[in-house]
Nanobody, 124 residues
Framework: VQLQASGGGLVQAGGSLRLSCATS????????MAWFRQAPGKEREFVAA???????FYGGTVKGRFTISRDNAKNTVYLQMNNLKPEDTAVYYC???????????????????WGQGTQVTVSS
């Protein structure tokens, strides 16, 4: 199983980015997928998740600004990030699991597979 995150970069506050996480080696349509982020000196934080049935969940700090989606034909999950703020600066990781239960959807320990991370930097 491989997860490859991409799309990070440097953007000004108020700008947008779209992250992608391409997967291989798994039955993607059966997997719940998520994005987490980690800023220097901070714990890994839940950003968004989309279950196999396309139900979505968002962390409180990004709700209304970020949108998670999936394309099962391309085995890829996306994170559209709008109205970015300097506090969104972090390394963003995608994660996946075919057995994560609903109560664990925001817990990084619920996911067995992780991508390598992509840096997002938002300047003020």
């Amino acid at each position: 199983v491989q997860l490859q995150a991409s799309g990070g970069g440097l953007v000004q506050a108020g700008g947008s980015l779209r992250l992608s996480c391409a997967t291989s080696g798994l039955t993607f349509s059966r997997y719940s997928m998520a994005w987490f982020r980690q800023a220097p000196g901070k714990e890994r934080e839940f950003v968004a998740a989309i279950r196999y049935n396309r139900s979505t969940f968002y962390g409180g700090t990004v709700k209304g600004r970020f949108t998670i989606s999936r394309d099962n034909a391309k085995n890829t999950v996306y994170l559209q990030m709008n109205n970015l703020k300097p506090e969104d600066t972090a390394v963003y990781y995608c994660a996946g699991d075919d057995g994560v239960i609903l109560s664990n959807i925001q817990n990084p320990n619920g996911y067995d597979y992780w991508g390598q991370g992509t840096q997002v930097t938002v300047s003020s």
